[in-house]
């Protein structure tokens, strides 16, 4: 059995223990690997290499792809889509694996389901807003990247007695914002999914200084508006193949407006692409190995038109369809676990 494997979209620390995963399975049983390079764009110039397990063996550590990724969206032009036919037949390829976020899969979806290509798709976003999987990989390693970050910035912001906001990834989902809040007692964080309350923001950190706290850490996400009908803070105009703006520039926004009500001196820190580079922790290698694993078995038993998933601590298989329908926002629970101590 041939098996292609592509890795699309934004780049995560665990995509290349998926890799590995899948290679490791699918050479155990005798087949074959072919690494698509540069998510849809190799699959449809055919642009590939064969990936052994002693070729991979050693990437669990690495973060990256060692595919490459590029946010090529091949349903934009039909030509594309009869070159990704093209390459199945002249690659002999029995089965693909598409490891990306809802726009790759949405790919891998379409192609399974208009075209009857045997894709099979494995979820991957720092973002963690895939629905059908509890976590995606990469998560784990960007909020503690952010974690580290946040804690080294304390200790300026105390020295400095200064306002420090800091800017987050989550494009439509604040699970980074949120996390990586409570895992560094931010004083307060705002997300995408609830509208931004500026005058709650400026009470907490107001309470915080009338305490003896000298200092103060905002965490915001990148996606978060500062109006219910506003519109996303955006670097410029530019649009990717699949519509997105280039989002950044929220972190800057409110640091103005708490230094402007407060009086006090604020700086603002975007994190930006730190949050997806390096090596990846523990959870995620382990993660992203047994998606790995079990998108390689999904291949050698022909059930296509899946994705893996994480449920509980389990890995199954969902419906690529089902999974891609619906964005996984932020949970009303765990916003208000860490809304608690913003008051
Ligand atoms: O989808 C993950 C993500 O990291 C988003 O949080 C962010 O908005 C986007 O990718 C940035 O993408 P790019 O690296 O293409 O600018």
């Known amino acids: 059995m041939k098996v292609g494997i592509l890795t699309g979209g934004g780049d995560c620390p665990g995509l290349n223990a998926v890799i590995r995963g899948v290679v490791q399975v699918i050479s155990n ?190 965490v915001v996400s990148e996606g978060a508006k500062l109006s219910n009908d506003g519109d996303f803070v955006t670097k410029d105009a530019e649009i990717d193949e699949f519509g997105h703006v280039k989002l950044g520039g929220i972190g800057d926004r409110v640091a103005k407006i708490i230094e402007e009500r407060m009086g006090k001196e604020t700086r603002s820190v975007t994190l930006g692409h730190l949050q997806r580079g390096g090596s990846p922790s523990a959870f995620d290698r382990v993660l992203g190995t047994r998606l790995g694993v079990h998108a390689g078995h999904l291949a050698l038993n022909k059930d296509f038109g899946k994705m893996v998933a994480l449920r509980g601590t389990k890995i199954v298989a969902v419906e690529l369809k089902d999974a891609v329908d619906k964005m996984r926002e932020l949970e009303d629970s765990f916003f208000d676990e860490a809304a608690e101590f913003l008051k």
């Not at 807003?129 to 960007?142: E, K, N, R, Y």
């Not at 912001?157 to 800091?166: G, I, K």
């Not at 997300?191 to 103060?216: C, H, S, T």
């Open 29 to 218: 049983a005798g087949g074959q690997c072919l690494g698509l390079q540069e998510g849809w764009r190799g699959a449809i110039t055919g642009n590939h290499e064969i990936l052994t397990p002693e070729m991979t063996r050693p990437i669990i550590d690495q973060g990256g792809t060692i595919l490459g990724s590029s946010r090529t969206n091949p349903f934009k032009n039909p030509e594309e889509i009869e070159q990704i036919e093209q390459t199945f037949k002249n690659l002999g390829m029995d089965a693909l694996v598409a490891i990306g976020g809802d726009d790759t899969l949405g790919v891998a979806s379409k192609l399974y389901h208009e075209k009857g290509l045997p894709t099979i798709g494995c979820p991957k976003t720092i973002d963690n807003d895939l629905s059908a999987t509890d976590q995606t990989f990469g998560f784990d390693t960007c909020i503690n990247i952010v974690m580290d970050a946040v804690d080294r910035l304390r200790t300026t912001a105390m020295s400095h007695r200064r306002v420090l906001v800091v800017e987050v990834m989550g494009r439509h989902a604040g699970w980074i914002a949120c996390y990586s809040a409570m895992a560094t007692g931010a004083d307060y964080f705002m997300v995408p999914e609830r509208e931004v309350n500026i005058d709650e923001m400026i009470n907490v950190l107001q309470k915080r200084l009338d305490a003896g706290q000298k200092y103060g850490i905002v």
